[in-house]
């Protein structure tokens, strides 16, 4: 699941590497990654992550958030830590 999270973290990242261009992939990628996250991370963390995943790949500007990586560090890191 990490490997998964950084993978598509990554491809999100992606637009950085042609600017302007790149914000328009954004347009594709923004409701795709919502779909994975919410697919990968089951429950309360699922739902919560493609939301914010989806906003944050549609705002300009906010690609370098690694939101598949922190529900990965919130699920089972600190909420493991927790129970």
């Known amino acids: 699941m990490l490997g998964l999270s950084l993978l598509f973290d990554a491809i ?10 790149g914000e328009f992939g954004d347009i ?26 989806f906003f944050e790949e549609l705002i ?9 990586t922190l529900t990965w560090i919130y699920k ?3 909420k493991k830590g927790k129970s």
């Open 60 to 68: 300009p500007g906010l690609d370098f958030i690694p939101t598949f």
């Open 28 to 53: 594709v990628w923004a409701p795709i990654s919502a779909l994975l996250i919410y697919k990968m991370y089951k429950g309360a963390e699922g739902r919560i992550g493609s939301m914010v995943s």
């Open 76 to 78: 089972y890191v600190i």
């Open 12 to 21: 999100g990242m992606l637009s950085f590497a042609i600017p302007f261009i």
